[in-house]
T-cell receptor
Framework: GENVEQHPSTLSVQEGDSAVIKCTYS??????FPWYKQELGKRPQLIID?????GEKKDQRIAVTLNKTAKHFSLHITETQPEDSAVYFC?????????????FGKGTKLSVIP | SQTIHQWPATLVQPVGSPLSLECTVE??????LYWYRQAAGRGLQLLFY??????ISSEVPQNLSASRPQDRQFILSSKKLLLSDSGFYLC????????????FGPGTRLTVL
């Protein structure tokens, strides 16, 4: 089955700096890679996702890049703000019938220091 | 638009007591439904998923069970709770035609004493 490794487990940045979280996956059949943000005590929220037919996707201050050859993908947050502080989870999923599951990384706790 | 509900929001139960958590989805038909558990400060552990009424797949052996009596209703149960069952229980759904994009419910925080 799929295995997703996520690094770092904790990350502290100064407000205004950039933050990068990296994930690797093992199953070359995976083709959908979402990122979730979970604030303390709340549900995970889907913030951005990418499919394997593109290499990069941006949405305002967040972007995700995908390198299928190396089987890794990254979340980039620019101009970080205190409200970006949360735990971020990456995930991977194969396509096709019967592919009902996401495999999650263990999460990265991001702290943005004002 | 679609909405997912979970109740109760919080629950404190003694060891050995039964459990029933409910999840319902509105605004969609034939969703795939999922139960996850998240221990304090930890990641997401998939417990069960369902692709239709009465169809349940279990991911890990445990003293929990799941049922799907209606298309948009998913129930997590236990006959006897253990201390290790404490955690944040999250229900999630996906559209049948976009089965990767999972959206989570607000969760139930369960404390077993």
């Amino acid at each position: 089955g799929e295995n997703v490794e996520q690094h770092p487990s904790t990350l502290s940045v100064q407000e205004g700096d950039s933050a990068v979280i990296k994930c690797t996956y093992s199953d070359s059949a995976s083709n959908y890679f979402p990122w979730y943000k979970q604030e303390l005590g709340k549900r995970p929220q889907l913030i951005i996702d990418i499919r394997s037919n593109v290499g990069e996707k941006k949405d305002q201050r967040i972007a995700v890049t995908l390198n299928k050859t190396a089987k890794h993908f990254s979340l980039h947050i620019t101009e970080t703000q205190p409200e970006d502080s949360a735990v971020y989870f990456c995930a991977a999923s194969p396509s096709g019938a019967g592919s009902y599951q996401l495999t999650f990384g263990k999460g990265t706790k991001l702290s943005v220091i004002p | 638009s679609q909405t997912i509900h979970q109740w109760p929001a919080t629950l404190v139960q003694p060891v050995g007591s039964p459990l029933s958590l409910e999840c319902t989805v509105e605004g969609t038909s034939n969703p795939n439904l999922y139960w996850y558990r998240q221990a304090a400060g930890r990641g997401l552990q998939l417990l069960f998923y369902s692709v239709g009424i009465g169809q349940i797949s279990s991911e890990v052996p445990q003293n929990l069970s799941a049922s799907r009596p209606q298309d948009r209703q998913f129930i997590l149960s236990s006959k006897k709770l253990l201390l290790s069952d404490s955690g944040f229980y999250l229900c999630a759904w996906t559209r049948r035609d976009r089965y990767n994009e999972q959206f989570f419910g607000p969760g139930t925080r369960l404390t077993v004493l």
